[in-house]
């Protein structure tokens, strides 16, 4: 028989976060498996932000901090960036994300936006109808 310990992970029930599920400081180390002082160094310089509030809620994190603290030690430790270039992808990964997100409500509304032609005025365009670009 198999104690808990011992057991194969695969055969380990998969639990994905409640939404509103907040973490301790403690927690976000070892799941992101950062040392709590890099993951303060990181909420000090502005590259993750715990919820708001304060007191006992100044080390929480939400799901939306651990995604961060991934990317910044993926960025780091693959792409071997200091600071100022984690500080400008998260920015300019956030703005992608910002981006296909609005392309996406944009596709369920059936509607987008396509470049300006000579007129300088952009036309609204129907998702089913082809659009060409002029070379």
């Not at 950062?34 to 939400?62: D, W």
């Not at 030690?73 to 300019?92: C, K, V, W």
């Amino acid at each position: 028989m198999n104690t808990p310990m011992e057991s194969n992970p695969i055969d380990q029930p998969i639990f994905g976060p409640e939404p509103d599920a907040l973490y301790t400081l403690d927690i976000v180390a070892e799941l992101t498996g950062v040392s709590s002082r890099t993951i303060l160094h990181y909420q000090e310089q502005g590259l993750i932000s715990p919820v708001a509030g304060g007191g006992s809620e100044a080390h929480r994190f939400n799901e939306e901090a651990l995604r961060a603290l991934r990317r910044i030690e993926h960025l780091r430790t693959h792409f071997d960036m200091n600071q100022a270039g984690l500080r400008l992808m998260l920015s300019l990964l956030d703005e992608v994300e910002k981006l296909r997100a609005d392309l996406r409500a944009r596709r369920r509304i059936g509607t987008i936006l396509i470049h300006p032609g000579r007129s300088g005025q952009f036309e609204r365009a129907s998702m089913d109808r082809k659009v060409c670009s002029e070379n």
